[in-house]
């Protein structure tokens, strides 16, 4: 759940503190658990084709500040902060229109933690359907596209907290036997 992200945070801050540079704290909460598990054709950094699994802080991800402002899964706002206040509430809806991926969103970020590209100051993103189709500076936005403002955010592929048993399943049609 998004509780287990401060506990994540927190144990990747703490080794921060002790010395371990930044990048690799990011890399070892977002594409090395996607690596490990497989999955990293499709998450753990912000990639061109990747879906588009983002969290918004407030901070550089390993400040004592740093807040989520808003997470993104799949091109969705499923977390946003609201003004004013210090907690964050479930912005998805059951009965949320679907419709809505087939829209391009432009995201405008400060900046962008990409993990694979580096950092981008005033970065953009743009996503349709759900995944990540630019990554970069100097694009020009669609006109169709729908701008998000996230000027004032550092930009984080979404985290991967291995407690979360994302992976680690046995589907039912599946019969598993010591061999």
Do not use: C
Not at 71 to 90: A, H, L, N, Q, S
Not at 110 to 132: A, F, H, M, P, Y
Not at 154 to 159: A, E, I, S, T
């Amino acid at each position: 759940g998004f509780g287990n992200r401060a506990d994540l945070l927190f144990a990747a801050g703490a080794a921060v503190r002790w010395g371990l540079p930044e990048e690799t704290a990011l890399r070892a909460v977002t594409l090395a658990p996607a690596e490990f598990l497989g999955v990293a054709d499709r998450v753990g950094s912000i990639e061109k084709g990747k879906h588009a699994d983002l969290v918004f802080l407030s901070a550089d991800p390993f400040r004592a500040s740093s807040v989520a402002q808003r997470v993104m899964v799949d091109g969705e706002f499923v977390f946003e902060r609201r003004p004013g206040d210090d907690r964050t509430y479930d912005a998805a809806r059951a009965d949320a229109d679907r419709s809505k991926k087939k829209e391009i969103l432009a995201v405008k970020a400060g900046r962008i933690l990409s993990v694979t590209q580096g950092v981008i100051s005033d970065g953009l993103i743009l996503v349709e359907n759900g995944k990540i189709t630019y990554v970069g500076r100097g694009q020009v936005i669609p006109k169709n596209a729908k701008v998000i403002d996230a000027g004032k955010d550092v930009v984080v592929p979404g985290m991967i907290d291995l407690n979360s048993h994302l992976g680690f399943h046995i589907d039912q049609s599946e019969s598993w036997t010591a061999r």
